[in-house]
């Protein structure tokens, strides 16, 4: 009998998981089906229960869910997703133990990597302090870099910093507002946009303008919808090194396959699943 595994969220029906992680299973050969679910809060608890007693051999949380899923006492969070403060993988253990993991700052690490940015010492600059900001900036602070978050509302990622800089850390943090963001990319290694800037449908907007931006600098737009987004554009126009926010989506499930399989899955069709699905 094929093996389930799935997404909950809400609004879950544009998830572009089920795509890549059904292209890895059948390139591996695996009897494996990953679909979405809709799930609100209120049934989070229902839902990861249902799917362990299904069988499930995993699940992603996505939007809502991952705050949520963090506080649920029959799972046990590993100790980067606490720190985070969010679930994106559930593990279903074979004595029937829950694991809670998130996969989004190994994720973005991962895309840095693959782009050949060291990580370790640079300067940078991490735009927005939501959810995505927080699993980003904590992985990379972790990883020894000099981090500044810079967001429209101040106080959020004066916090964020404040929070994270809590944990023992190689790396440096600090938050501060938008308006500093001119003269720190000045002096910056990297940019990482995890702010909703330019996501569909809002296209024509863009944290920065190619005049803010200069070619030392590797621009990560975690967004990946459109695949164009006007920053990577803005970079590109600057002479700066890109990275698409597919290559953090493609990770970070990459991540979670191993996780529940074992398995290391395959990136590369993973990678062109999506950018199909997204043309
Ligand atoms: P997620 O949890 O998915 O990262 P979020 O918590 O909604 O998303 O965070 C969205 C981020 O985009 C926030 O940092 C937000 O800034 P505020 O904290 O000031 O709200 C940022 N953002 C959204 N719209 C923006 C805009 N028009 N200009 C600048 N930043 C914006």
Request: with cysteine; glycine share 10%; proline share 4%.
């Amino acid at each position: 009998m094929k093996q389930v595994f799935g997404v909950f969220g809400d609004p879950v029906g544009h998830s572009l998981s089920p795509a890549m992680h059904n292209a890895a299973f059948s390139a591996l050969g695996m009897d494996c089906i990953y679909h979405a679910f809709r799930v609100t809060p209120e049934k989070l608890e229902k839902a990861i229960l249902g799917a362990e007693a299904m069988g499930f051999g995993g699940l992603n949380l996505t939007v809502p869910l991952k705050e949520k899923a963090l506080k649920l006492d029959f799972i046990s969070p590993d100790p980067l997703a606490k720190r985070i403060g969010a679930v994106n993988t559930v593990v279903f253990g074979k004595s029937g133990e829950i694991q809670g993991y998130n996969t989004d700052g190994i994720g973005a690490r991962q895309a840095l990597l693959d782009s050949a940015v060291e990580i370790t010492g640079s300067k940078i600059v991490v735009a927005g302090a939501g959810g995505a900001a927080r699993a980003v900036a904590f992985q990379l602070a972790a990883d020894g870099a000099e981090i500044t978050v810079v967001n429209r509302t101040e106080e959020r990622a004066v916090e964020l910093a404040r929070e994270i800089s809590a944990a023992p850390l190689s790396g440096k943090i600090k938050g501060t507002g938008l308006s500093g963001l001119k003269e720190l990319l000045r002096d910056a290694d990297v940019l990482i946009n995890t702010t909703t800037l330019g996501m569909h449908p809002n296209m024509d907007a863009a944290i920065a303008t190619a005049e803010e931006l200069h070619s030392d600098l590797t621009v990560f737009d975690i967004v990946y919808n459109p695949l164009e987004t006007r920053l990577l554009r803005e970079a590109r126009a600057a002479g700066a090194k890109t990275i698409s926010g597919v290559l953090m989506l493609v990770y970070q499930g990459a991540e979670a396959f191993k996780l529940w399989t074992g398995i290391e899955p395959p990136v590369e069709l993973m990678k062109k699943t999506v950018v199909e699905a997204l043309q």
